[in-house]
């Protein structure tokens, strides 16, 4: 339930491994302290918060972490869900989400929830990953613009429309500087994914904004300098109504943190042929999130981008996330007033491209061609983060794809009616091949009179016992013998088992005999418990229909 990997991965550690190791965390530390400086001011908090978290989150995932290269810190799938609880309840309460956000993370671990957090369906993840990116992308337009408003309200049309009503203070250098960094990391990306374009982008813009005394607002500006020392940890102060109220946003950060996490741990396998213990990370990732905010930080997950900039430049360890938070720690102590220098633009830029890619919006326009279910589920998810809010839009993203499955389903369920030659008493001209009734003429002429078969092909769940329900309603007369086959049925849940049980009830009182015949022995176990020995006793399960039809023919002559 809880075997860190670096435990197996320290047994047979080398100085190879370790230089290799080094290389890729101190790569991934300066890949990641734009970023982090980035996503801590897009969600309304301050630039060393999300240094912080980095750090924190970053060693204790590496440390205590189902994989071996997973490197965890802030990440754009937070920003708005971060952005809308410091807005309606201050930073503070965002520390106390977050904590109580971990804690929810290690129950899943706990509960051995890994395996069934990655069968989310892949149309809400793609619909609310697309709606934060478009979110994030537009929340950067202020910047980008140099309009320089503060405190932009969390909706997507008021934010939109105070920025529209303050395009007359425009500021060119602004958008000079944003648009030459979107360009400049643009190019460098294409030349070789492992040059930190964002770094060197951001090194560029506050030199040349230092030395041209460009009027732009910096970091310093508008958060004064980043403090070149690491905070004592400490207690949020806690009272019952705040941390009721955030139970919502609490649960919305530890899902997305779970489904990130592994989604990123997944790739990871892949780029290094390895299997992460995902019931561990959730464990890990959870503690992550308890330990940031005792220190001032975020919510904190795998991030996709810096794993994968981990592996390809030779991590093959945790020990290179260990030396990834050293270095951003390093980079804090001794050059954070730096920092201060660093133009809101130009990160603004960095934001732009990270909600570019993380839109992902080839896989959402694939994702439309593929199906009219996923298509719905897709754009009400989309539709519901934009303009809404993440937390409904995840529960109604999953609400739509479940009632999607089950009518899918519910349509591979089919009720054949087969009767005997002679029985007139079936309106048989009412069954409708539209509904899954297909009439069938397979053993009709073996069935004896006065007996009657239904075929199930498929689940008898509670999305198609409407079938058997309205099957069983076309029956006339009450026959001497019903056989239900059963063969073709998968599932059987408690809903079929009350369908089959309360027809053979109303048969019942009319003298009908009942057969099943070719169900699995699991599930006619599971009939068996579910009451249906009262009607048909058990030597009248029968494992061929052959068998059924004989038995019949027995049941009838008495």
């Known amino acids: 339930m809880f075997r860190p990997k670096i435990v197996e991965t320290l047994k047979k550690y080398s100085l190879r491994a370790f230089s290799k190791d080094a290389m890729a965390g101190v790569i991934v530390g300066i890949v990641a302290l734009p970023l982090a400086i980035a996503f801590a001011i897009a969600s309304g908090a301050a630039p060393e918060n999300g240094i912080i978290t980095a750090v924190v989150a970053g060693l204790i995932v590496s440390v205590m972490g189902g994989s071996r290269v997973q490197i965890g810190g802030p990440t754009g799938a937070f920003v708005i869900i971060v952005y809308g609880i410091i807005h309606q309840y201050g930073y503070n309460g965002l520390l106390i989400a977050t904590v109580m956000s971990g804690i929810i993370l290690v129950i899943f671990g706990l509960a051995k929830f890994g395996a069934i957090i990655k069968y989310v369906p892949h149309s809400v993840v793609v619909g609310f990953t697309f709606g934060i990116a478009v979110l994030i992308f537009t929340g950067q337009i202020s910047e980008f613009l140099g309009i320089g408003l503060t405190n932009l309200p969390p909706d997507f049309v ?29 190019v460098l990306t294409k030349i070789n994914r492992l040059i930190p374009g964002s770094l060197i982008a951001l090194l560029l813009a506050s030199a040349a904004v230092y030395f041209f005394k460009l009027p732009v607002e910096t970091i310093g500006v508008r958060f004064g300098d980043i403090p070149n020392s690491f905070p004592a940890p400490g207690l949020p102060s806690f009272d019952y109504k705040t941390v009721r109220a955030l139970i919502g946003p609490a649960f919305t950060i530890a899902i997305l943190g779970a489904i990130e996490s592994l989604l ?42 810096r794993t994968a900039t981990n592996v390809k430049s030779g991590g093959r360890t945790p020990v290179a996330g260990i030396i990834h938070a050293v270095v951003l720690l390093l980079i804090m102590l001794f050059f954070g007033k730096l920092a201060a220098y660093i133009p809101l633009a130009c990160l ?146 408690d809903s079929g088992i009350h369908a089959l049980r309360e027809s053979f009830k109303r048969l019942r009182k009319y003298g009908t005999n009942f057969i099943i015949t070719g169900i699995h022995a699991q599930r006619q176990h599971k009939l068996e418990r579910g009451g249906l020995l009262e009607y048909v006793p058990k030597e009248n399960f029968c494992k061929t229909t052959q068998e059924g039809i004989e038995l019949a023919r027995r049941l009838v002559s008495l």
């Open 348 to 493: 603004a830029g960095i934001l732009m491209l990270v909600a570019y890619h993380m839109s992902e919006w080839r896989t959402l326009v694939s994702l439309l061609k593929i199906s009219r279910g996923s298509a719905v589920t897709a754009l009400v998810t989309v539709a519901l983060t934009i303009f809404v809010d993440l937390t409904v839009a995840i529960k109604v993203g999953l609400i739509v794809a479940v009632m999607l499955f089950v009518r899918r389903m519910s349509i591979k369920t089919n009720i054949s009616f087969v009767k005997a030659l002679e029985m007139e008493d079936f309106r048989e001209d009412s069954l409708s091949d539209e509904e899954g009734f297909v009439k069938e003429q397979e053993f009709r002429k073996d069935l004896p009179k006065g007996s009657v078969m239904y075929k199930i092909d498929g689940p008898l769940f509670f999305g198609a016992v409407y079938k058997f329900r309205e099957a069983m309603a076309e029956i006339g007369k009450p026959p001497k013998v019903l056989i239900i086959e059963m063969q073709n049925v998968p599932v059987v849940d």
């Open 158 to 186: 008021d934010r939109l429309n105070a920025i529209s009503q303050h395009l007359y203070a425009i500021n060119p250098y602004s958008v000079v500087i944003t648009a030459g960094t979107i360009a400049l990391v643009w």
């Open 264 to 305: 990123s741990a997944v790739v990871a396998d892949g780029m290094i042929g390895g299997k992460h213990r995902s019931n561990t990370e959730l464990i890990a990732q959870g503690l992550a999130n308890v330990a940031s905010p005792l220190f001032g930080g975020m919510p904190a997950t795998g991030a996709i981008a």
